[in-house]
């Protein structure tokens, strides 16, 4: 079995600030892990994604993630909060193999101050 | 190539009808995936179609809610007798298949209203 915890629900920074997204995840086997970006009424697209090659991962729009076995977490970083990045962000983990469902996190808002 | 569509984007329905949502995947993906998002209850597993095989319906919340998928191309979700607890957005993605776990593609969603 797996889950993802992503602690608050809301995080509030200003343009230009960093963003730190936290996610931690429990698997029973080596994850594949996950983030996803849900801009309003739109469907999920993904950012990054961790697939047991290197544990720093870079993604799309400037966002990257570090794969941290020991602390069994996954956290989303941008050194530097545009305000087009405002929206829901979701951490996501699967298990290898054929059947690769995905089990959220509850998702945390980003919003972005000028 | 297009991405995952759905249809119908909204749906307003009355307690106790039962509804179709569609979804069509990416051209050539063999996986395709059924989630639901809800206020409550988050991003939630459904159900998993691959290829010919079994799907995977461990993620169904009753047997009020049925999908096929024909053809190994469209699928279809099926919630008879709706209630309002039902009222959600559900996601369909789709995916190439292999023994790596590949990227999920995301539809816009349904947006079902169980009046």
């Known amino acids: 079995a797996q889950s993802v915890t992503q602690l608050g629900s809301h995080v509030s920074v200003s343009e230009g600030a960093l963003v730190l997204l936290r996610c931690n995840y429990s698997s029973s086997v080596p994850p594949y892990l996950f983030w996803y970006v849900q801009y309003p009424n739109q469907g999920l697209q993904l950012l990054l994604k961790?697939?047991?090659?290197?544990?720093l991962v870079k993604g799309i729009n400037g966002f990257e993630a570090e794969f941290k076995k020991s602390e069994t977490s996954f956290h989303l970083t941008k050194p530097s909060a545009h305000m087009s990045d405002a929206a829901e962000y979701f951490c996501?983990?699967?298990?290898?193999?054929?059947?690769?469902?995905?089990?959220f996190g509850k998702g945390i808002t980003l919003s972005v101050r000028p | 190539g297009a991405g995952v569509s759905q249809s119908p984007s909204n749906k307003v329905t009355e307690k106790g009808k039962d509804v179709e949502l569609r979804c069509d995947p990416i051209?050539?993906?063999?996986?395709l995936y059924w989630y639901r998002q809800s206020l409550g209850q988050g991003l939630e597993f459904l159900i998993y179609?691959?290829?010919?095989?079994?799907?995977?319906k461990s993620g169904l919340p009753s047997d009020r809610f049925s999908a096929e998928r024909t053809g190994g191309s469209v699928s279809t979700l099926t919630i008879q007798r709706t209630q309002q607890e039902d009222s959600a957005v559900y996601l369909c993605?789709?995916?190439?298949?292999?023994?790596?776990?590949?990227?999920?593609?995301f539809g816009p969603g349904t947006r079902l209203t169980v009046t």
């Open positions: 179609f691959q290829g010919n095989s079994a799907p995977d």
């Open positions: 051209s050539g993906h063999t996986a």
């Open positions: 993605a789709s995916s190439s298949s292999g023994t790596v776990n590949y990227e999920q593609y």
């Open positions: 996501a983990v699967s298990l290898t193999g054929a059947n690769s469902k995905l089990t």
């Open positions: 961790y697939t047991s090659a290197a544990t």
